[in-house]
């Protein structure tokens, strides 16, 4: 096995994700334009995407790391328009574009166009929320984009499924697609439901055993996704049903594990996003050697005809679904916060395509189950597909920055919730501060006093770190006094490592007890940057 072309890829897009962090180019749309470009140099190895890998292999941890990050709460209190646009638009989208393409390309079968509606349907939000975050969007609207991402595949998956069967002759007919739906849908949560208690208590007992609950953290998006593809279910919902619950449960974890695992999976979700947009420019001369009897500039219409279609639909289906049951609902309106025109428009023109959609539609069949023909259009659907991933990341991602800015939406209250940030944990030192004292009434938890004291400092420390990112700044330096408290435990903290390498140089420790010393400042200053991270 050569080796080689996946280091390549996985070097070479990662390098270009580094760069584009230097840039205001989108990550995802400068790596797609990289692979493009790497696609016709000479020696560049053959990447074509095989949907028997990206499927079952980089699917579930990408599903499993969102999750991961995800708000259960938020997630639960925005079920309803995440609900409509992960389900409800991505069936309506797939019966939008796919009669269109019925109308418009001769002797294309209604049920090979469906196919390509339910392929080009599920929008792949990794680019929209990563520039909602670093535009600070409103909350609401970043976890609508999450909440479809994570639930639009299972969906697109489904309706595909169904429109082959009936393309290649096996008689599907509504109501076989609505069990089939049905099942997938009720199934992958039923699995999602049995595997996450189970794997929640098992990740609790492997305490003092970070290695291992990691290992076991990596393969649980595999196993929910292939336990609920064994039984015909939804793997994508599997993989996100149990990703929410252990999110949502990750506090009852070691500590030193939750350390270890949010680097892992912040590395992996890193290697495997960048590698994944890569592939699809990468693609391009593969769709282009099978388009087959469409000429250029046919093709080329089809294109542009079916990406106008794609974006016109997420706005015909946006619009009515945010307002429509507010205004039929006094329930809603009073549950749910106000909104005006400029979410909407932001939400609909979020719908960049990506890897899925050209993972799908590589795995059309070759040919017709029954008579052994070839698959109707299965080429002219590869070209279609890919054209509107590269068409939507270009358009799409380039200008919505742009149109964030130019609508002007409420930031952020930042000072708002470094209040509410202050009030929870003045909460918490409280609570501590009594714990405290209460333990320290037992005999069996007697301190001398400067160690008892230090504690106290420790939770002091921490009570008045949020209060003063509230105050004022230094005038020299631009610092608030909790900033300059980090940077001075920094500093203080690489004086001391310096001091254990040079002992360690003069054989006056050994490198074990080096690693030891080490370890311990490490975890301090990951304290200390994470306070000021937050």
């Known amino acids: 096995m050569d080796v080689m072309p996946l280091l390549l890829l996985v070097a070479g897009s990662a390098a270009v994700a580094g760069a584009a962090r230097r840039t205001p180019v989108p990550g995802p749309l400068l790596l797609v334009a990289t692979g493009l470009a790497a696609a016709y140099i000479p020696g560049v190895p053959d990447y074509t995407l095989d949907p028997h890998i990206v499927l079952p292999l980089l699917l579930p941890p990408l599903l499993h790391t969102a999750a991961l990050e995800s708000s259960y709460l938020d997630l639960r209190a925005n079920l309803r328009p995440v609900a409509l646009l992960s389900v409800g638009y991505v069936l309506f989208a797939t019966v939008a574009v796919g009669y269109v393409a019925y109308l418009v390309v001769p002797d294309l079968p209604l049920a090979a166009a469906l196919v390509l509606g339910a392929v080009v349907a599920p929008p792949d939000a990794v ?181 106008l279609v794609v974006v016109l639909t997420r706005f015909v289906w946006v619009f009515p679904a945010t307002f429509l049951p507010r205004m039929l609902s006094e329930r809603i309106r009073t549950r749910e916060p106000g909104t005006n025109w400029k979410a909407p428009v932001i939400v609909g023109w979020a719908g960049m395509r990506g890897v899925v959609s050209l993972a799908i539609a590589f795995s059309i069949p070759v040919t017709v ?115 300059t408290y980090r940077r001075l435990a920094r500093e203080m903290i690489d004086a001391e490592r310096k001091v254990f390498v040079r002992l360690r140089d003069e054989r006056r420790i050994d490198d074990e007890m080096m690693s030891v010393l080490l370890k311990r400042l490490d975890l301090e200053e990951a304290a200390a940057y994470r306070e000021g991270a937050d």
């Not at 420390?461 to 105050?471: T, Y």
């Open 127 to 307: 680019a929209a929320t990563a520039i909602a975050r670093r535009l600070r969007l409103p909350n609401r609207i970043t976890t609508i984009l999450q909440g479809e991402s994570l639930v639009n595949d299972a969906t697109a998956i489904t309706a595909y499924k169904v429109a082959v069967a009936a393309a290649a002759g096996v008689g599907a007919t509504w109501t076989d697609g609505i069990r089939a739906f049905a099942v997938a849908a009720l199934g992958g949560i039923g699995v999602g439901v049995v595997l996450m208690i189970p794997l929640h208590w098992l990740r609790c007992r492997l305490r003092d055993a970070p290695l291992l609950e990691n290992t076991l953290s990596l393969l649980i998006p595999f196993v929910a996704y292939q336990v609920a593809e064994e039984f015909g279910a939804s793997g994508v919902l599997a993989v996100v049903v149990v990703a929410l619950y252990l999110g949502h449960r990750s506090w009852q974890v070691d500590f030193e594990t939750r350390l270890q695992e949010e680097a892992v999976w912040k590395m992996v979700s890193f290697v495997l996003e960048s590698s994944v947009f890569a592939l699809i420019g990468l693609q391009l001369p593969v769709v282009l050697r099978g388009l087959g009897e469409f000429s250029g500039v046919q093709a080329a219409w089809y294109a542009v005809l079916v990406f």
């Open 369 to 483: 189950q029954d008579s052994g023909d070839g698959f109707p259009a299965r080429n002219l659907v590869l070209f279609l597909t890919f054209t509107t991933v590269i068409g939507t990341l270009a358009v799409q991602g380039l200008t919505l920055p742009p149109l964030i800015r130019a609508l002007r939406l409420p930031p952020r209250d930042v000072q708002g919730e470094t209040l509410a940030e202050a009030q929870a944990q003045n909460e918490a030192s409280r609570a501590a501060e009594q714990r405290l004292a209460e333990l320290l009434e037992d005999e069996r938890n007697a301190l001398p006093g400067p160690l008892a004291d230090r504690l106290r400092t420790v939770m002091e420390r921490r009570r008045n770190a949020v209060w003063e990112r509230l105050g004022t700044v230094h005038e020299a330096t631009g610092e608030s006094a909790d900033d």
